[in-house]
């Protein structure tokens, strides 16, 4: 089985619930690289872990970035056009302001014109982890080719 990068994030609201389904999904994700936006990183840390000893070797370290808001995902989406992240699971909640909404916004569009698959919700992400697609080493997803874009004339 391939070894993915996957970065999980969610709001406040929906921290719980991605809490609840990286703990339901422990074994699926524990031999994934899993990297987190502050405070959810902490949480996902500890709900997948959860019973396991730090000195464990199956104890799963998570790779936490800046707070979404003090621009952790900006920092994701960097990772995306690098093409370092290989799954969103991006728990976000439609009914609270966020202060950096923009940021938000961006994120999503950068995992969609990256083409990397991505679930703003549990059932999508449920989906999409169960899908014989996510444990298919040998799925690779259409990569844009935007040199029209950036040779273009100005």
């Not at 909640?93 to 698959?117: E, F």
Request: glycine share 6%.
């Amino acid at each position: 089985m391939k070894e993915y990068t996957i970065a999980l994030v969610a709001h406040d609201n929906c921290k719980n619930d991605l809490a609840e389904w990286v703990a339901f999904n422990r074994l699926k994700l524990a031999n994934h690289r899993l990297i987190c936006t502050g405070t959810t990183g902490k949480m996902v840390e500890k709900a997948i872990n959860k019973g396991i000893d730090e000195t464990d070797s199956s104890y799963v370290r998570v790779k936490r970035l800046k707070s979404g808001p003090l621009g952790g995902d900006q920092q994701l989406g960097a990772m995306i056009s690098e093409g370092k992240i290989d799954y969103l699971f991006f728990f976000w909640d439609p009914m609270g302001q966020q202060p950096h909404d923009v940021d938000v916004k961006a994120l999503l569009r950068i995992s969609v014109m990256y083409n990397i698959p991505t679930a703003s919700n549990r059932a999508t992400a449920d989906f999409l982890i169960s899908s014989p697609l996510f444990s298919n080493s040998n799925y690779k997803p259409k990569v844009y080719d935007f040199s029209t874009y950036i040779n273009r004339k100005l």
